[in-house]
């Protein structure tokens, strides 16, 4: 184990993932309120601006959820009973369970070996006439390898069978980003840096209220272009499905003489309001700070663990500049019921600490569905050792130095 550091520090209490609101914030919520708008309205939609100006996208679709967002991606899309979804074993639900809200197939990747990203060679091989979209997950705000996923994608487009226009327009898999952790994140293509958002074909981002950015609950998706597909078009595809099919919101039927709508069919409702589009809009005037801060405690964990032999999550490569979204810490030589007690142990200091994540084939709901984790060993290795060090803005030098103190003291008794 490390050794320690013999280091005494007077006890703190920290959190594991408070969010960063101040008073501006608060203050734009509280104009929110007076303004008269507080459901979909222009704060939404300048949001919706600024989310696709970051992302380098001509659109974006604020929505209540990632989760929402990545429901809509697939009815877009038309994936229905008789389809296939792809996504990894490692993640959180959201991940999984709009495939099987819209009726199609499951289908669990085990992870790489000693890794956190899906085994590439295992989902080329997964891949049928049956499969639809892939949805890879951007774990801790760290980009996937998207130029494997797309060589295999086409590499397998004989495969494809479209069903409908816009599936035919892609010609092949589509790649749909979980990236509930990646706002803000790059990936590095061509020699260019592109932003997480303008890589997978569609993308689904969280601003929950654990996120880099937040706006309490809330989600936005963005999209790359799609040949004989306006981007007004497709945005107003969103717009329906997110608004029980109805052709106007209420700040377009605010016109005089503009009440009358249509309803085109019994979509969902999951808009997002302008008062979460407010505490957003000042998130985002803050953001590239907030990044900062996060890269600079990374830095300092990475500098205190790597040498020591823990297993950290690579965030800033040259192949991507990661959000910061977890910090994920493996301890080689450990296993599960050692790594719940380092967990009380770190608590009873003071420190809040999680697991990112207990395997899904683990949950009821997939064990339910026949999903055996036995099936995904490389995702239970990962999972077996793992624990997650708090990384947020709100922490201080201070805060840091005494997790890694803490950490070290407990890993060497």
């Not at 790059?186 to 592109?194: C, D, K, N």
């Not at 790359?224 to 052709?247: A, C, N, V, W």
């Not at 996060?294 to 500049?321: C, M, N, Q, S, W």
Request: charged fraction near 25%.
């Amino acid at each position: 184990m490390p050794e320690a550091r013999n280091i005494t520090m007077e006890k703190r209490q920290i959190s594991f993932s408070p969010p960063d609101i101040t008073e501006a914030e608060v203050s734009a919520v509280a104009d929110a309120l007076r303004s008269g708008w507080i459901t979909t309205g222009p704060r939404t939609k300048e949001f919706e601006k600024r989310i696709a100006k970051l992302c380098g996208t001509d659109k974006a679709v604020a929505l209540g959820s990632a989760t929402a967002c990545l429901e809509l991606i697939l009815r877009f899309l038309g994936i229905g009973a008789g389809d296939e979804v792809i996504t990894s074993a490692y993640t959180y639900t959201a991940s999984a369970s709009p495939a099987v809200h819209v009726g199609a197939a499951l289908k669990f990747i085990d992870v790489a070996p000693d890794s956190f990203e899906m085994d590439y060679d295992a989902l080329e091989a997964a891949i049928t006439e049956k499969t639809k979209v892939i949805v890879p997950v951007d774990i801790a705000g760290v980009p996937c390898d998207y130029d494997r996923i797309f060589d295999i994608v086409e590499r397998k487009k004989a495969l494809f069978h479209p069903s409908n226009d816009v599936q035919r327009a892609i010609g092949r898999v589509i790649v749909a980003a979980d990236s509930a952790h990646a706002f803000g994140a790059s990936y590095m293509r061509a020699g260019e840096r592109i932003m997480c958002g303008n890589v997978a074909d569609f993308t689904s981002f969280s601003f929950h209220a654990v996120k880099n950015l937040t706006t309490a609950e809330g989600g936005a998706l963005t999209w790359r272009p799609i040949e004989g597909f306006d981007d007004e078009y497709i945005y107003k595809q969103f717009m329906l499905l997110s608004l029980h099919g109805q052709t106007k919101d209420a700040f377009h039927k605010n016109g005089l003489g503009n009440w009358e709508y249509d309803i085109v069919a019994p979509s969902y409702k999951c808009n997002m309001t302008d008062i979460q589009a407010a505490i957003g809009l000042v998130q985002l005037d803050r953001y590239e700070g907030l990044l900062k801060r996060r890269r600079d405690i990374i830095e300092r964990y990475d500098e205190a663990f790597k040498p020591l032999g823990l297993l950290t999550v690579p965030h800033f490569t040259d192949r991507h500049t990661s959000s910061g979204h977890l910090y994920l810490l493996r301890i080689p030589g450990i296993g599960v019921d050692r790594r719940n007690a380092l967990i009380v142990q770190m608590a009873e200091r003071g420190i809040a600490t999680n697991v990112h994540y207990k395997p899904l084939p683990m949950m009821t709901a997939y064990k339910n569905m026949g999903f055996d984790i036995a099936d995904f060993p490389n995702a239970y290795h990962q999972y077996e050792n793992e624990i997650t060090l708090p990384l947020n803005t709100k922490l201080s030098d201070e805060d840091v130095e005494y997790i890694i103190n803490n950490l070290l003291e407990i890993l060497h008794e």
